[in-house]
């Protein structure tokens, strides 16, 4: 797909003059989010991330966004230093805003995929991950970064077009001998804002004196088991 000399730099072109990479609606996205919320026309809202669009190959011009089954395994991981780079330029100034608007205390960003990627065997990218999805908050109410949810290490080859490695696979936790899924968010979700959650399992995190602390252990890299 690629000569062996070709610089995959040479995809992006984010510095030149007539640049042509663009991402077209995450920063049109978030000033949305920013007028809806600091005008208190809503208080709940959900934003798609959206592409990175003309991104330049030899043969033709593509996309990347988070389903990057063909771009190829180096672009692709080249690409996302540049998609996350755009995602984090503007929710530190969407976060900015809700600093100055004295909303950022009631405020919870909850970023997340519906399902992870593992990395494909034959390089051309990668495919769902569902073994191993995560999530993100961002909020005034948490006061430290933490991380949460056991991942296997060494996990074993699952066919041909998958390779064997660590790229995240989840592990049961110690603390409640599951692995975390989206039901233990909404129920996490539900105990926060005093909602009747519609699943059974045991919450995550909760409100504790003002802030959002977390239920379990944190987290932990096991041996994938023989």
Not at 84 to 100: A, N, P, T, V, W
Not at 139 to 146: A, F, N, Q, V
Not at 207 to 217: A, P, V
């Amino acid at each position: 797909f690629f000569d062996a000399d070709y610089d995959i730099r040479q995809m992006f072109r984010l510095n030149q003059r007539n640049n042509s990479t663009t991402h077209k609606t995450l920063a049109s996205n978030m000033a949305m989010a920013e007028l809806l919320l600091k005008n208190k026309l809503t208080s709940s809202l959900v934003l798609g991330i959206g592409n990175i669009d003309n991104i330049y190959t030899p043969s033709h011009y593509d996309k990347l966004n988070n389903d990057s089954h063909f771009l190829g395994a180096a672009p692709a991981l080249y690409g996302y230093t540049k998609y996350y780079k755009c995602l984090s330029g503007c929710l530190l100034r969407f976060i900015d805003q809700l600093k100055r608007a004295d909303e950022w205390n009631k405020t919870i960003i909850h970023i997340q995929g519906d399902f992870n990627r593992i990395p494909r065997g034959d390089g051309m990218g990668s495919d769902h991950g569902a073994a191993g999805s995560n999530a993100t908050l961002i909020s005034g109410l948490i006061d430290r970064p933490e991380v949460i949810g056991d991942t296997y290490i060494g996990s074993r080859r699952i066919n041909q077009e998958h390779p064997e490695g660590d790229w995240g696979w989840a592990s049961p936790t110690d603390s409640i001998n599951e692995i975390l899924t989206n039901h233990h968010l909404e129920a996490s979700f539900a105990g926060l804002f005093g909602a009747k959650s519609s699943v059974r399992s045991d919450p995550i995190f909760t409100l504790e004196n003002g802030k959002i602390i977390t239920t379990i252990n944190p987290a932990k890299n096991k041996p994938w088991p023989e």
